[in-house]
């Protein structure tokens, strides 16, 4: 079946430092990928979407100089947090659609990243 | 913004013991998801129900759709402690061709022995 890999797991970082996020489809081609942020408890919260080859659209509310989103193959987009502050401190997820569609599915969603600003 | 409403936020049961969820959203679909998420992991897709469709069953998972009330339900039957996550309904929009999911607010389930 189709599997996404998010990566890293887990990372703590500096006040003021950048932190990458890749999100890679291993077995399928995904045209489109998005981004979510989960505070704890509470639901998804769409970010943005992106499309190969194309910039982002951003959620309303979603600083996209904040929140760099990259998707340059049909297998990876990254997710960067720039300048990051405590208040990004969150749990992302990120979520694919293949190209081809299956009668039943279509979005695979990565393992999540939990993001720790300090 | 959020478009699903679930209840009951939160849910205790024994095993053996049967768990309902309810989700309720508020523009026409294309379909409706289930999703579990364990604690701190990403989600898994459990069923997608069509907008012409009114019920499917997965196993020991039963859902419904009414669509004239802009609502589903999520049935899991003979529970076990294994089911304890939390479980999301997502809804598909009718247009586009790379249909966003908007979830809804979840349901923690806790499934004791």
């Known amino acids: 079946g189709a599997v996404v890999s998010q990566h890293p797991s887990r990372v703590i970082c500096k006040s003021g430092t950048s932190v990458k996020i890749e999100c890679r489809s291993l077995d399928f081609q995904a045209t489109t990928m998005f981004w979510y942020r989960q505070f704890p408890k509470q639901s998804l919260m769409l970010m943005a979407t992106?499309?190969?080859?194309?910039?982002?659209?951003?959620e309303q509310g979603v600083e996209k100089d904040k929140f760099l989103i990259n998707h340059a193959s049909l297998t990876l987009s990254t997710l960067t947090v720039t300048s990051a502050h405590p208040e990004d401190s969150s749990f992302y997820i990120c979520?694919?659609?293949?190209?081809?569609?299956?009668?039943?599915?279509?979005?695979?969603f990565g393992s999540g990243t939990r993001l720790t600003v300090v | 913004s959020q478009q699903g409403e679930e209840d009951p936020q939160a849910l205790s049961i024994q095993e053996g013991e049967n768990a309902t969820m309810n989700c309720s959203y508020k523009t026409s679909i294309n379909n409706l998801q289930w999703y579990r998420q364990n604690s701190g992991r990403g989600l898994v897709h459990l069923i997608l129900?069509?907008?012409?469709?009114r019920e499917k069953h997965s196993g020991r998972l039963r859902v419904t759709l009414d669509t004239s009330k802009k609502s589903s339900s999520l049935l899991i039957t003979a529970s076990r402690a294994a089911d304890t996550a939390s479980y999301f309904c997502a809804t598909a929009a009718l247009t586009g061709t790379a249909s966003k999911l908007t979830f809804g607010t979840g349901t923690r389930l806790q499934v004791t022995l």
């Open positions: 992106s499309n190969e080859g194309s910039k982002a659209t951003y």
């Open positions: 979520s694919a659609r293949a190209r081809v569609v299956s009668s039943n599915y279509g979005y695979t």
């Open positions: 129900i069509r907008s012409n469709e």
